[in-house]
């Protein structure tokens, strides 16, 4: 999956879940700041949770991140590879 396929499928599972358009310029800016160690940091994917949930400007409940940083710490996804992180959150195979 090329670069640009995988943004605009971002952009639009964004879209189709949330029912906000959020800018490719805002998803880089967010982006920007995820390094590898992140997915290994409970308080920094609370941090990002809560920082993509602002972005789109709806609330997520504590529970919520819970069960996301608890998926996350357990799908054994690499770091290192962005492209195989969001086809987790965006349920592909």
Same mark, same amino acid.
């Given at each position: 999956?090329?670069?640009?396929?995988?943004?605009?499928?971002?952009?639009? $599972?964004? @879209? @189709?879940? $949330?029912? #906000?358009? %959020? *800018?490719? #310029?805002?998803?880089? @800016? +967010?982006?920007?700041?995820? @390094? &590898?160690? $992140?997915?290994?940091? /409970?308080?920094? +994917?609370?941090?990002?949770?809560?920082? %993509? *949930?602002?972005?789109?400007?709806? &609330?997520?409940? /504590?529970? $919520?991140?819970?069960?996301? %940083?608890?998926? %996350?710490?357990? *799908?054994?996804?690499? &770091?290192?590879?962005?492209?195989? +992180?969001?086809?987790?959150?965006?349920? #592909? #195979?």
């Amino acid at each position: 999956m090329s670069g640009k396929d995988m943004s605009k499928d971002v952009l639009n $599972t964004i @879209k @189709k879940k $949330t029912g #906000k358009n %959020v *800018s490719e #310029k805002d998803i880089q @800016k +967010l982006a920007s700041g995820v @390094k &590898p160690s $992140t997915v290994h940091s /409970e308080r920094q +994917l609370r941090q990002l949770i809560k920082q %993509v *949930s602002g972005m789109v400007n709806i &609330p997520v409940s /504590e529970a $919520t991140i819970n069960d996301i %940083v608890t998926a %996350v710490q357990k *799908s054994g996804v690499n &770091p290192n590879s962005m492209e195989s +992180l969001m086809k987790l959150m965006m349920g #592909k #195979k």
